[in-house]
Each structure stands twice: as structure tokens, then as C-alpha cells.
């Protein structure tokens, strides 16, 4: 009979949640005496996690805004934290969320505790000297491009190159008839999506600017229409909103969640930057990334920036295949001309999407089992 084996684990966001649900199925899977205690959403829940704190209460970006909700992070880490020292788990698992995974992951780890970090920060792309606090809090970084491992065995760091799900999950080729199809939208005509964002203040900052875009894209182009995924009702509700305030005569479907489906039915993409734009690679569409943060986070961001990009499919090209328009120079005029090109001209996008063809078939490594084969060897070794 196996020993049973006790895992920590915890996500601060929908993204982590993914991941740490495809983890903690791929555990149960290869090693079925394994119990889950740590902090989830709906997808860490289903694979058997009871959430200590509802993750949402987690989900902040930027620099500054987090600092409105310092003392209740602060809180949950501590508590956390007394809870594996009262019953120490076999292995602490931290999903993303590094400002707030890592501190936790060093004071476990000084407990004697084996640590795994499941996404590398990007700390090849700004705040370099991050590394040095990474070796100090982590046994095992779980990576999930192949740019990423160099850089850590030069800094010392266990890493294993697990791939990426989605790029497990999202067949090579779209069916995007198909897509159509199930989401209502006419079979031929040119259909453009608008991606937001998931968060409150990515909707508030990027939604007006895109339906901006979108009206000076209806004109040039008779007969286009525009579908956005609405990432659940609080979400819709900001949309919606948007809508009413001076879009209602245009073109526009929304759709409940369906954001693959919603860009599998595209002719063209604008998104915020992030794993929407990591998506809109894997399901060849020709895009456009914008991206806002508040002012002042985004003068800090900007100063420390070490990567000639920021989209996910610009940094595994190595090219600017994906027109970037960040801040001040995301504005309606500057994306509807660079999505006028693609919308005019699709022809002209066959070699990106070769690129994104082949950069897909080099991320599928089936990142669930090999990152569950990876924390399994790690417990073992201890």
C-alpha cells in the first residue's frame, strides 16, 4: 500500500485554477493515496479541493491596486502559512501568483517542507534580480515555454519544461464553421472578437477603446460584426454597460464564457495581452494585442522591462508577428488600422499562421502528467 501523500496546493486566479485542476487530476491519477488542502476555484474544486478562502479573493493585478488589499492578502498568507506549520504537507504547490506564492513558498520551504512553483514568473523579462529570491524559495519550477529553462539552469534552479495545457487541449486545426455554428453567427461574412479581458479593471479600461474600434471598422467594412465573450455576469454587466453608452446601433453578440469558441469563429482578433493572446496563436488567428494598466503601474512596469515584447506569441517567435499597442498607444484609430490590414488582406497572414501552427505543435508536451510525474519525482527524492 503507498504511503499517503498530503499535497498543499494554491492558485490566486482562473488561469492558475486551470492548471492546478488539469494537476491535481494527473496526481490523483498516478498516485491515488494523495488528499489536497490549499486555495482553488471551480476546477480545483471539482478535482477534490475544499477551498480555505473563496481564490477570488486573491485576484488582483497590477502594482498599486494590490496595496488596497494588502492586509487581507497578508492574512490569508499568514493563516495559510500556520496551517502547513501546524500539519506540514509532503509538498507545497504554488500556482502563478509569484508576489504572493513566493514569500510563502521560502518561509515553507525553511520549515523543511519540499516547494514547486507551476508557471515561471517572468523574471526573464523584467525584475532579473527576482531570481535570486526564486532559488532561495523554490525546489522545482515548472515551466511552461522552452525559453524559460535555459535561464533558470544558469541561475542554479531545478526547472522541468512541461509545456502548455492548452496547447494539449485546442485541437491544431479550429473547426471554425463549426464555431459558428454553435455560437448563432451567419456561416460566411466577416466576424471580428473583441476580448476584453476577465478582470473588472481590464474590461473598464479596454472595452471603450474596442468598440471604438470596432464602429470605425463597421465603416470600412459593410457588413462586419463583432462577437465578445463576457468572462461571467459581473463582467457581462460591465459590457453591456458599454454597449448602452453609445454601441447599441453596431453589430454585437455577447457571449456567456465560450472564449475559444468566440476566437475559433473570428476572423481576427483584438485581446488584451496575457494567455488570451498564448489562446488566439493556438487557434490561428491572425490578432491584435492592447493592453492598459493604471498610469502608475504601468511607469513602474515599463522602466523594469527587459524583453523586446509582451505577448506570449511575439516572445516564442522571437519576431513581431503581433502588432503591440500598449497604453497610450492603444487607441481605437491605431487598432482598427493594424485590424484593417488583417481583416483586408488575410492572405497576407498564411506565414504567421504557420508560425503559430508550429510553435503549437512545440508546446504540446502533455503539461498535466508531466508536471504530476515531475512533483512525484521531487517527493520521492525526499
Given at each position: 500500500?503507498?504511503?499517503?501523500?498530503?499535497?498543499?496546493?494554491?492558485?490566486?486566479?482562473?488561469?492558475?485554477?486551470?492548471?492546478?485542476?488539469?494537476?491535481?487530476?494527473?496526481?490523483?491519477?498516478?498516485?491515488?493515496?494523495?488528499?489536497?488542502?490549499?486555495?482553488?476555484?471551480?476546477?480545483?474544486?471539482?478535482?477534490?479541493?475544499?477551498?480555505?478562502?473563496?481564490?477570488?479573493?486573491?485576484?488582483?493585478?497590477?502594482?498599486?491596486?494590490?496595496?488596497?488589499?494588502?492586509?487581507?492578502?497578508?492574512?490569508?498568507?499568514?493563516?495559510?502559512?500556520?496551517?502547513?506549520?501546524?500539519?506540514?504537507?509532503?509538498?507545497?504547490?504554488?500556482?502563478?501568483?509569484?508576489?504572493?506564492?513566493?514569500?510563502?513558498?521560502?518561509?515553507?520551504?525553511?520549515?523543511g517542507i519540499p516547494t514547486v512553483h507551476y508557471v515561471?514568473?517572468?523574471?526573464?523579462?523584467?525584475?532579473?534580480?527576482?531570481?535570486?529570491?526564486?532559488?532561495?524559495?523554490?525546489?522545482?519550477?515548472?515551466?511552461?515555454?522552452?525559453?524559460?529553462?535555459?535561464?533558470?539552469?544558469?541561475?542554479?534552479?531545478?526547472?522541468?519544461?512541461?509545456?502548455?495545457?492548452?496547447?494539449?487541449?485546442?485541437?491544431?486545426?479550429?473547426?471554425?464553421?463549426?464555431?459558428?455554428?454553435?455560437?448563432?453567427?451567419?456561416?460566411?461574412?466577416?466576424?471580428?472578437?473583441?476580448?476584453?479581458?476577465?478582470?473588472?479593471?481590464?474590461?473598464?479600461?479596454?472595452?471603450?477603446?474596442?468598440?471604438?474600434?470596432?464602429?470605425?471598422?463597421?465603416?470600412?467594412?459593410?457588413?462586419?460584426?463583432?462577437?465578445?465573450?463576457?468572462?461571467?455576469?459581473?463582467?457581462?454587466?460591465?459590457?453591456?454597460?458599454?454597449?448602452?453608452?453609445?454601441?447599441?446601433?453596431?453589430?454585437?453578440?455577447?457571449?456567456?464564457?465560450?472564449?475559444?469558441?468566440?476566437?475559433?469563429?473570428?476572423?481576427?482578433?483584438?485581446?488584451?495581452?496575457?494567455?488570451?493572446?498564448?489562446?488566439?496563436?493556438?487557434?490561428?488567428?491572425?490578432?491584435?494585442?492592447?493592453?492598459?494598466?493604471?498610469?502608475?503601474?504601468?511607469?513602474?512596469?515599463?522602466?523594469?522591462?527587459?524583453?523586446?515584447?509582451?505577448?506570449?506569441?511575439?516572445?516564442?517567435?522571437?519576431?513581431?508577428?503581433?502588432?503591440?499597442?500598449?497604453?497610450?498607444?492603444?487607441?481605437?484609430?491605431?487598432?482598427?488600422?493594424?485590424?484593417?490590414?488583417?481583416?483586408?488582406?488575410?492572405?497576407?497572414?498564411?506565414?504567421?499562421?504557420?508560425?503559430?501552427?508550429?510553435?503549437?505543435?512545440?508546446?504540446?508536451?502533455?503539461?498535466?502528467?508531466?508536471?504530476?510525474?515531475?512533483?512525484?519525482?521531487?517527493?520521492?527524492?525526499?
Amino acid at each position: 500500500m503507498e504511503k499517503p501523500l498530503r499535497v498543499s496546493i494554491l492558485a490566486g486566479e482562473s488561469s492558475g485554477d486551470i492548471l492546478g485542476g488539469g494537476l491535481m487530476k494527473a496526481l490523483q491519477e498516478r498516485y491515488p493515496a494523495i488528499t489536497f488542502k490549499g486555495i482553488g476555484g471551480e476546477e480545483m474544486a471539482a478535482a477534490g479541493l475544499v477551498s480555505r478562502v473563496p481564490m477570488d479573493r486573491l485576484s488582483v493585478m497590477g502594482l498599486v491596486e494590490p496595496l488596497q488589499r494588502l492586509p487581507e492578502l497578508l492574512r490569508i498568507r499568514r493563516d495559510f502559512y500556520e496551517a502547513m506549520k501546524a500539519s506540514p504537507p509532503d509538498v507545497f504547490i504554488g500556482i502563478d501568483s509569484p508576489d504572493f506564492n513566493l514569500d510563502l513558498e521560502r518561509k515553507v520551504r525553511a520549515l523543511g517542507i519540499p516547494t514547486v512553483h507551476y508557471v515561471s514568473p517572468s523574471v526573464w523579462a523584467w525584475r532579473q534580480g527576482r531570481i535570486r529570491k526564486i532559488a532561495q524559495a523554490v525546489d522545482l519550477m515548472l515551466a511552461l515555454f522552452p525559453f524559460e529553462e535555459q535561464f533558470y539552469r544558469e541561475h542554479g534552479v531545478k526547472v522541468c519544461c512541461v509545456g502548455h495545457p492548452l496547447a494539449d487541449d485546442l485541437p491544431l486545426t479550429p473547426d471554425s464553421a463549426g464555431a459558428r455554428q454553435a455560437l448563432g453567427l451567419p456561416a460566411t461574412g466577416r466576424v471580428l472578437a473583441l476580448l476584453p479581458g476577465s478582470r473588472g479593471g481590464e474590461v473598464e479600461r479596454l472595452c471603450p477603446v474596442f468598440l471604438a474600434a470596432f464602429r470605425q471598422l463597421a465603416t470600412r467594412f459593410p457588413g462586419l460584426s463583432a462577437v465578445i465573450p463576457c468572462a461571467g455576469p459581473p463582467r457581462r454587466a460591465q459590457i453591456e454597460a458599454c454597449i448602452q453608452a453609445g454601441y447599441s446601433d453596431l453589430d454585437i453578440t455577447l457571449v456567456d464564457g465560450q472564449s475559444r469558441t468566440v476566437m475559433a469563429a473570428a476572423d481576427a482578433l483584438v485581446l488584451a495581452s496575457g494567455t488570451a493572446a498564448l489562446e488566439g496563436m493556438l487557434m490561428k488567428k491572425p490578432m491584435v494585442v492592447a493592453y492598459k494598466m493604471a498610469p502608475l503601474s504601468y511607469a513602474i512596469i515599463s522602466r523594469m522591462l527587459k524583453a523586446p515584447y509582451v505577448s506570449l506569441p511575439n516572445l516564442l517567435a522571437d519576431k513581431p508577428l503581433v502588432p503591440e499597442l500598449l497604453q497610450d498607444a492603444a487607441t481605437p484609430e491605431a487598432i482598427a488600422d493594424n485590424l484593417e490590414k488583417l481583416l483586408a488582406n488575410p492572405a497576407d497572414s498564411g506565414a504567421i499562421i504557420e508560425t503559430w501552427h508550429r510553435l503549437h505543435e512545440s508546446l504540446r508536451r502533455d503539461a498535466s502528467a508531466t508536471a504530476a510525474a515531475a512533483v512525484l519525482d521531487l517527493c520521492r527524492a525526499r
